[in-house]
């Protein structure tokens, strides 16, 4: 027997291949997924707070290209003045005695503030005696707040003052309070909104006509009237500021992109060696939040709901099945949305490899896809 394999007894087989197997190439399909999420889907024993909360998605999303928010409807009635924004209280000197005045937390308009001042002044410093001697009215032209006092009342505002805002351990929507709003250059306290922009002990003026009336109208509607023989009033020097945060930052896991500033640096708050006069470069920052790199996703403006975001990955992100989201200011501080529903929408582009079979889609001729 031979030990060689013998040749096939057709020689003449061909064994080139001209039809090769199909190379794989670097084709992808674009598939966009839309999410619509809305505030109450989360887990509420988890989550108790619509202002930071995570999702588990109703499929798993692979080889995310990009996202971004394409919509969202906000609550607008968000508190202007709250304990957790630290400008709820202030301080009158009347006559040498001093009173800390606090209003309650809430969404103030310019009149309801005013109201809300003139009944607190009267109630709380003036004891509600029967005839009403403080009034705070809103000047519309001037944009601001004018104090007065038709009893014969010397008194200041004292914006030096630093107020101790415990807030309640209880409300899961306020932060902790180991930043102290007064160290800030603006916003450090209510006064601050309303026009008294300076730390210090602002006095009222002596009126020595008949009435205090409003010059944008007439002589006949004042606002003061004569209640003994003297009036004293005060105009803070600067407009008022009152409306409230405007942006909203969104943050999502895996999706910050966005570099924001800290505000309110303060290298000479305790960096300095009075001694050598050295400066150090590391600044304390009045703010609640550490890094400004890629600290959120979205920028939200709440007047006219404009959107700044986007976020593309290279490779793309692999897979996701849960986001969790965080909504705050730019200070750090949690939105406190006051249990209002909310819904925003996210967009995702997602790759899918596939082979390139080059079709040809014939539309009608006056169609769009837009």
């Given at each position: 027997m031979s030990n060689f394999i013998s040749n096939p007894c057709n020689l003449k087989l061909n064994t080139q291949n001209n039809h090769p197997l199909i190379p794989r190439a670097n084709t992808y399909?674009?598939?966009?997924?839309?999410?619509?999420?809305?505030?109450?889907?989360?887990?509420?024993?988890?989550?108790p707070s619509s202002s930071e909360f995570e999702i588990n998605l109703p499929q798993e999303f692979l080889n995310i290209q990009s996202s971004r928010l394409i919509e969202i409807n906000l609550p607008v009635n968000l508190y202007n003045f709250s304990m957790a924004n630290q400008n709820t209280k202030f301080t009158i000197i009347v006559d040498g005695s001093r009173s800390e005045i606090t209003i309650d937390d809430g969404y103030y308009t310019k009149d309801q503030l005013a109201n809300t001042l003139t009944n607190k002044l009267n109630y709380d410093v003036s004891l509600n005696v029967p005839d009403r001697e403080w009034k705070v009215i809103y000047h519309k032209t001037k944009q601001k707040f004018l104090f007065g006092n038709n009893a014969n009342k010397f008194f200041t505002l004292d914006a030096d003052v630093s107020y101790n805002y415990t807030l309640n351990c209880n409300n899961i929507q306020q932060n902790n309070t180991s930043v102290n709003y007064f160290n800030r250059y603006n916003k450090w306290g209510f006064l601050a909104y309303i026009g008294f922009?300076?730390?210090k002990t602002y006095i009222s003026d002596l009126y020595s006509s008949s009435d205090l009336y409003l010059d944008y109208e007439s002589s006949n509607n004042t606002w003061l009237q004569y209640k003994i023989d003297t009036i004293y009033y005060l105009e803070p020097p600067?407009?008022?500021d009152i409306l409230g945060e405007e942006v909203i930052y969104m943050e999502m896991n895996y999706f910050n992109n966005i570099d924001e500033l800290i505000p309110w640096p303060n290298s000479n708050t305790n960096s300095i060696n009075k001694e050598k006069e050295i400066h150090f470069s590391n600044p304390?920052?009045?703010a609640n939040r550490g890094s400004g790199i890629n600290s959120s996703f979205a920028k939200i403006t709440l007047i006219n709901n404009n959107l700044l975001n986007s976020c593309q990955f290279t490779p793309p992100l692999e897979r996701i099945n849960r986001l969790k989201f965080k909504f705050r200011y730019h200070d750090g501080e949690i939105v406190n949305f006051n249990n209002k529903d909310f819904t925003?929408?996210?967009e995702f582009n997602l790759l899918r490899n596939d082979f390139d079979k080059k079709?040809?889609?014939?539309?009608?001729?006056?169609?769009?896809?837009?």
């Open positions: 399909w674009l598939n966009r997924k839309c999410l619509t999420i809305h505030s109450e889907d989360r887990d509420i024993s988890k989550w922009n300076e730390k600067s407009i008022i304390k920052y009045v925003f929408t996210l079709m040809i889609i014939n539309t009608p001729q006056f169609y769009s896809w837009a």
